[in-house]
C-alpha cells in the first residue's frame, strides 16, 4: 500500500522524516500487520504549479492512499489540495495554514492561526506589555498577527506595525524603530526560522539587543537556531516549542539515527541537534495515517488501489471515509498530543514556553488550549525562572535615581570632607537602593529634583517635581517617601510598595500634667470598686443570717444564772456590719466568732481582704507618683469637632488630596477648616514639625505615620494622636511601560520575605541620628494600668465559695443542735421550724430557752465559782 508524499529541494529533513516513519511503522507488528507502506516521493518546485500538477497526477497513477505536502503557502500547494479533494484523496498537511475552513478530504497537523495567536496574546498579557511594535518579514505575516490588532483596543495596547522591506538590511527596519519610537523595547518577531539568526544579530548592531529589550519569535523553531551569540547579552528572548523533546519515541529516534539512515541509503546525514516542527508533524502524520488505514481495514477490505487518473476525474471510494477515520483518533506523537476538531485542524495540544538564558534555551513555562471548553487555554510560567530573567535583565545598566532631601529616607551625610556623587547622601532610600543593587547588578547615580516638589499635577495636566522628572525622561526611577496613588498611576508606574503607611495626627505633648483630686481610687477600676462595696454588704448581711441560725453563737449574757432562761447573740447587724469593716481596715473588732460556721465566714473574709489590701497597696504607690497627661484632642473626629486647635498639612501632596476627595464626613470638615484656613498649610514637613515644636499645643500636623514614628523617636515632646485615617504605600515610581518596574518589584519582594527592610527601618529610626532617645523616657513615664475585675476575679470567687461552705456548716449546727434540744414532747422537726422562725425573724439578739438540768451542767458547770454550787443561783 503506497502513501505519496511532495517535498522541496530544500526539505531534506522533511524527507528523511517521511522515510523513517514509514520504516518503523512497517517494523511495527502491532500496526498495518497484514501490509505495509511503500513511500512514493515526488520533488516540487513551490512556485510552478504546472509542475506540481504532473507530480500529484503521477502519485495517484501509482495508486497512493494519501499524499503528504507540499508545505507552506504556495501555489503546489493550493494545486494540490484541490486535486486531492476532486478525487477523494486524502490530503496531510503538516505547515501553517491560513485558511478559516479546510477542504473535506484535507487534514492539518499543523496548529490553527487563531489559536497559535491566542497563546501569542497570553504571553503578551502575562509579560504585561502594554507598548510594542509588532515586525513581519512576509505578507502572511500580517495573518498570523491580525489577532494582535483585534485584542489592543480591548487591552488599550500600542502596537506599532513595521515589514522588513525585501532586498534590504534588517538593520534598517530596526533602526526606523528604535528612531521613532525609542521608549519601545517589547518587539513581536515574525520571520522565517532560517533568518532568525541574521534577523537578531541585525538588531544587535543597532542596540536593539540590551538587557531592557524584549523579543517574542511567533517561529515554533527557535528551538533549532544557533544562538550562542546572544545567550550573553541579557535580551529576554522567548518563543513557543510544539516539538516534545523529551518523547522517549523522539529520544528513540534520534538515538537510532545513523541506523534508520543508513536502512534508506541516507548514510551521510548526520543527526541534528534539534528537529524542526514541520519534519515532526511529518512524522507524526505518518503514524496517524497508518492508524486510520488500520481502522479502516479493519471494517472493510481496502488491500490495494487501482491507479487513479487525473484525467478522468473517477475519486477514490475509501477517500473519504479515511479521512473521517483520521479525524477522531487521538495518540500521543513526538509533537505531543495529536487530536483533530470536526473541521480537521489540530486541537487540545499544548506548547512549551521556552526563553535564552547564559546557558541556552530553557523551558521557563507551558500553555495548553482546550477546544471542547468554548476555547479556553492556560498560560503557565516559572515564577522562579522569570525572577532570574528580571534579574539579569538589569546587570550593567546605569539608573538616573531622582530624590528629594527628606527625613529619614535622603539626607546630606555629615563630614568634615567635601564629597561627591552618590558619597553626599545617606538615608533608609539610600541604603535601599544600594540593597536593590545589589541583588540585580545595576548601577546608579542619584540626582535632587530641581524644583523641590514630590509631584501634583497643575490645571494644564503638567506634572512637576520627580514624577515629571520621570514623565519628561529626565530620570529612570524616583525614590523617596513617595506615596502611591490613583492620580499618579496614571502618569507612572510604581513597584511593589517597599513601606506600607498611612495619614496620622502629630502633636505636642502637654506640659502641664494633671492630677486629680481623689487619685486615692486610682489602683481599681471602677467596676472593681463596686464588686468589693457589693462584697462587704454581702459579707456582712450572711455573717449576721449565720449568727442567728447557728445556735452555738447564742450565750447566756449571765451563766452563772441558772435561772435566767435567756440567750444573747453578739451577732446583731451593726455588730455584723462593723465587724467586716474593722477586719477590711485591719483593726479588729470586739467580737469574736464562736461557731464554726461564723469562723469560716470569718476566714474567708480574711483571706479577701488580705488579698485585695496588698493588690491595693501595691498599686496605689504607683498611680500616687504618676500624674497622667491628658489630651485635649484625642483622633480625627475630636480634632474636628473643636475649633481652638488649628491642623493643617503640605500643602502639595497626596496627604492634602486626600481630604480634598474623601467622603468620609469628619474628613470633609476637616477639609473645610483647612481650606477657609489657609495659612495652616505648610510648604514642607519639616516646616509642619517646626510649627508644632513651636506651638503651645495650639497646632496639630497631618502627615504620614512612617514620618511621626521617625520624629517621635528623637523629640520627647511630640507625640501620635490616635490611629491611621488611611493606608498606603511608598513605591519605586518609574516611566510607563519601564522594563525596571517589574524586576525591581520582584526584588523589593525578596528584601521583605529576608527581613532586610524591617533591619533597614529599624537602623534609621530607631539607632542612627539620635533614635530611641525617648524610649526610656516613655517607659518611665507610661501610666501604671489600674486593676481590672480580671486581675482580682479569683479572690471573690474564693470568697462566694467560703460563704456557701459556712452556709452549710451553719446548717449542719443547726440540725444538730435542734436534735439535742428536743423534749419529749416535741419532735426535731417541729423544733428545727421554731428556730428558723427565731432566726429569720431578726426582733431581738436575745432568745428565751428552756434550761434542763443537762443543759445547765453542760453549759455552766465550768464557769461558776466551786463555793458556790448549786445555791449560787439563789446568792446571786
Same mark, same amino acid.
Not at 103 to 114: A, M, Q
Not at 328 to 342: A, E, K, N, S
Not at 537 to 544: K, N, Q, R
Not at 644 to 650: F, H, R, V
Given at each position: ?25 512497517? !517494523? ?24 506540481? #500538477? ?159 529589550? !524584549? ?39 534520534? !538515538? ?7 536502512? =534508506? ?44 487518473? %487525473? $484525467? ?13 477515520? &483520521? ?46 471548553? #468554548? ?38 551625610? $555629615? ?34 529634583? +530641581? ?57 505636642? +505633648? ?19 470598686? =463596686? ?8 459579707? !456582712? ?27 444573747? #447573740? ?13 477586719? &477590711? &481596715? ?76 474623601? +467622603? ?39 502627615? $504620614?505615620?512612617?514620618? =511621626? ?6 523629640? %520627647? ?56 532617645? %525617648? ?76 434550761? #434542763?438540768?443537762?443543759?445547765? +451542767? ?19
Amino acid at each position: 500500500m503506497s502513501t505519496g508524499a511532495l517535498f522541496g529541494d530544500d526539505q531534506h529533513e522533511e524527507e528523511l522524516l517521511f522515510r523513517f516513519a514509514v520504516d518503523r511503522i512497517n !517494523s511495527d507488528s502491532t500496526i498495518l500487520a497484514q501490509t505495509t507502506l511503500v513511500p512514493q516521493i515526488e520533488r516540487v518546485d513551490h512556485f510552478d504549479s504546472f509542475h506540481a #500538477n504532473k507530480r500529484v497526477c503521477s502519485l495517484l497513477n501509482n495508486g497512493v492512499v494519501a499524499i503528504f505536502g507540499p508545505s507552506g503557502l504556495s501555489a503546489s500547494s493550493s494545486h494540490t489540495q484541490s486535486i486531492c479533494d476532486a478525487l477523494e484523496i486524502p490530503h496531510v498537511e503538516t505547515s501553517w495554514d491560513f485558511q478559516i475552513q479546510r477542504d473535506d478530504l484535507s487534514i492539518n497537523l499543523y496548529p490553527k492561526t487563531v489559536v497559535l495567536a491566542k497563546a501569542y496574546i497570553d504571553l503578551v498579557k502575562a509579560w504585561n506589555w502594554k507598548v510594542f511594535a509588532i515586525a513581519y518579514e512576509t505578507n502572511e505575516g500580517i495573518i498570523r498577527i491580525q489577532e494582535f490588532l483585534k485584542e489592543a483596543e480591548r487591552h488599550d495596547w500600542q502596537i506599532f506595525l513595521y515589514q522588513f522591506k525585501p532586498g534590504k538590511p534588517y538593520r534598517d527596519t530596526f533602526w526606523e524603530i528604535n528612531k521613532s519610537h525609542s521608549k519601545i523595547v517589547n518587539i513581536v518577531l515574525d520571520v522565517k526560522h532560517e533568518n532568525l539568526v541574521n534577523v537578531l544579530r541585525h538588531a544587535q548592531q543597532v542596540g536593539m539587543m540590551t538587557e531592557i529589550h !524584549s523579543y517574542l519569535i511567533t517561529s515554533l523553531d527557535l528551538h533549532t537556531v544557533d544562538l550562542e551569540d546572544f545567550k550573553f547579552g541579557n535580551t529576554k528572548i522567548s518563543s513557543f516549542r510544539l516539538v516534545d523533546v523529551i518523547s522517549p519515541e523522539l529520544q528513540d529516534l534520534m !538515538s537510532q539515527w545513523s541506523l534508520l539512515a543508513s536502512k =534508506i541509503g541516507k548514510k551521510h546525514i548526520l543527526p541534528p541537534k534539534y528537529i524542526l516542527t514541520d519534519s515532526a508533524l511529518v512524522y507524526d502524520g505518518v503514524k496517524l495515517l497508518a492508524t486510520a488505514l488500520q481502522d479502516l481495514d479493519q471494517s472493510q477490505s481496502v488491500d490495494g488501489i487501482q491507479p487513479i487518473s %487525473c $484525467e478522468n476525474g473517477s475519486p477514490w471510494l475509501y477517500g473519504s471515509s479515511l479521512i473521517n477515520y &483520521m479525524r477522531p483518533i487521538t495518540f500521543r506523537g513526538i509533537t505531543g498530543l495529536v487530536g483533530f476538531d470536526q473541521s480537521g485542524y489540530r486541537s487540545n495540544f499544548a506548547l512549551d514556553v521556552m526563553s535564552i538564558f547564559p546557558d541556552g534555551l530553557q523551558k521557563i513555562g507551558y500553555w495548553t488550549e482546550n477546544s471542547q471548553v #468554548n476555547g479556553t487555554s492556560s498560560l503557565q510560567i516559572n515564577s522562579d525562572m522569570m525572577k532570574q530573567y528580571s534579574v539579569i535583565s538589569m546587570k550593567n545598566v546605569m539608573l538616573r535615581v531622582t530624590t528629594i532631601i527628606s527625613e529619614p529616607y535622603t539626607m546630606w551625610k $555629615e563630614s568634615a570632607i567635601s564629597r561627591e556623587g552618590n558619597q553626599q547622601y545617606e538615608g533608609f532610600a539610600v541604603d535601599l537602593i544600594e540593597e536593590l543593587s545589589k541583588i540585580m547588578g545595576f548601577s546608579y547615580r542619584f540626582q535632587l529634583v +530641581k524644583d523641590n516638589a514630590y509631584g501634583i499635577k497643575d490645571e494644564n495636566g503638567n506634572w512637576n517635581g520627580m514624577i515629571g522628572e520621570l514623565i519628561r525622561n529626565e530620570a529612570d526611577i524616583a525614590i523617596v517617601d513617595l506615596t502611591i496613588s490613583s492620580k499618579r498611576e496614571e502618569a507612572v508606574d510604581f513597584t511593589q510598595p517597599f513601606m506600607n503607611t498611612g495619614i496620622s495626627i502629630l502633636f505636642k +505633648k502637654p506640659t502641664t500634667k494633671v492630677t486629680t483630686l481623689f487619685s486615692f481610687l486610682s489602683p481599681f477600676q471602677n467596676i472593681v470598686w =463596686i464588686y468589693v462595696l457589693g462584697a462587704y454588704i454581702s459579707v !456582712s448581711t450572711i455573717l449576721f443570717i449565720v449568727g442567728r441560725l447557728t445556735p452555738y453563737e447564742w450565750d447566756d449574757p449571765h451563766p452563772c444564772r441558772q435561772g435566767d432562761n435567756v440567750l444573747e #447573740n453578739n451577732f446583731s447587724l451593726i455588730n455584723s456590719f462593723s465587724f467586716t469593716i474593722g477586719t &477590711m &481596715m485591719q483593726q479588729g473588732s470586739a467580737v469574736a466568732p464562736k461557731a464554726m460556721s461564723t469562723r469560716t465566714v470569718a476566714a474567708i473574709w480574711y483571706f479577701f481582704t488580705l488579698i485585695m489590701i496588698s493588690s491595693y497597696t501595691a498599686n496605689l504607690a504607683a498611680f500616687l507618683t504618676v500624674e497622667k497627661v491628658i489630651y485635649p484632642i484625642e483622633d480625627a473626629e475630636g480634632m474636628a469637632s473643636q475649633t481652638q486647635i488649628k491642623y493643617g498639612c503640605l500643602g502639595t501632596g497626596t496627604t492634602k488630596a486626600f481630604f480634598a476627595e474623601s +467622603k468620609i464626613p469628619t474628613h470633609q470638615r476637616m477639609w473645610a477648616f483647612m481650606k477657609n484656613n489657609p495659612s495652616v498649610f505648610t510648604k514642607s514637613n519639616r516646616d509642619g514639625i517646626e510649627r508644632v515644636q513651636k506651638s503651645n499645643g495650639n497646632y496639630a500636623y497631618l502627615m $504620614e505615620s512612617a514620618s =511621626i514614628e521617625y520624629k517621635i523617636e528623637r523629640d %520627647c515632646n511630640l507625640t501620635q494622636i490616635g490611629g491611621l485615617l488611611d493606608t498606603k504605600g511608598y513605591g519605586i515610581a518609574s516611566p510607563k511601560d519601564s522594563p525596571y518596574r517589574n524586576p525591581l518589584s520582584h526584588a523589593i519582594l525578596k528584601l521583605h520575605e529576608n527581613g532586610i527592610l524591617l533591619q533597614l527601618k529599624d537602623r534609621w529610626w530607631k539607632q542612627k541620628k539620635g533614635g530611641g532617645k %525617648c524610649a526610656e523616657e516613655t517607659k518611665k513615664s507610661s501610666a501604671v494600668n489600674n486593676l481590672s475585675i480580671d486581675h482580682v476575679g479569683g479572690v471573690f470567687v474564693v470568697l462566694l465559695g467560703g460563704l456557701t461552705l459556712s452556709f452549710l456548716v451553719a446548717i449542719f449546727e443547726f440540725i444538730w443542735k435542734a436534735r439535742k434540744s428536743a423534749d419529749k414532747e416535741e419532735s426535731v422537726i417541729d423544733e428545727m421550724i421554731k428556730d428558723l422562725r427565731f432566726a429569720f425573724a431578726c426582733q431581738s439578739k436575745t432568745k428565751i430557752v428552756q434550761k #434542763n438540768d443537762d443543759f445547765v +451542767k453542760d453549759k455552766f458547770s465550768d464557769s461558776c465559782p466551786p463555793q458556790y454550787g448549786s445555791d449560787y443561783n439563789t446568792i446571786y
